[in-house]
Nanobody
Framework: QVHLVESGGGLVQAGASLRLSCAASGRPFGWYAMGWFRQTPGKEREFVAAVSRSGGRTSYADSVKGRFTISRDNAENTVYLQMNNLKPEDTAVYYC?????????????????WGQGTQVTVSS
């Protein structure tokens, strides 16, 4: 499995921006579509965004469209989540995930590798 380490979480006020990073190692990064998910206590983990192996295709949850941008740097083995205009309801632990694929598809489920998560807290 690919090893994933997230960073960039923190405490911000509503309207602020944060950029999360996820560094991958252990397997060829280009084999994997990458995604971001989030979870709050008592709720199931929910899909936030995903990017294809090449970076050319992306998908977003409706709740973050227009505010969040997922991107990847295959030379640096890193995927990013730029979060703008943050809202208190964005508060969650954010997880990076990897999905090994043979095509340039953008999945939203069945991710097989996960990071440890990074906390994002947005105050009102």
């Amino acid at each position: 499995q690919v090893h994933l380490v997230e960073s960039g979480g923190g405490l911000v006020q509503a309207g602020a921006s944060l950029r999360l990073s996820c560094a991958a190692s252990g397997r060829p990064f280009g084999w994997y579509a990458m995604g971001w998910f989030r979870q709050t206590p008592g709720k199931e983990r929910e899909f936030v965004a995903a990017v294809s192996r090449s970076g050319g295709r992306t998908s977003y949850a409706d709740s973050v469209k227009g505010r969040f941008t997922i991107s990847r740097d295959n030379a640096e083995n890193t995927v990013y989540l730029q979060m703008n205009n943050l809202k208190p309801e964005d508060t969650a632990v954010y997880y990076c995930a990897a999905h090994e694929l043979y095509s340039d598809y953008v999945p939203s489920t069945d991710f097989g590798s996960w990071g440890q998560g990074t906390q994002v807290t947005v105050s009102s």
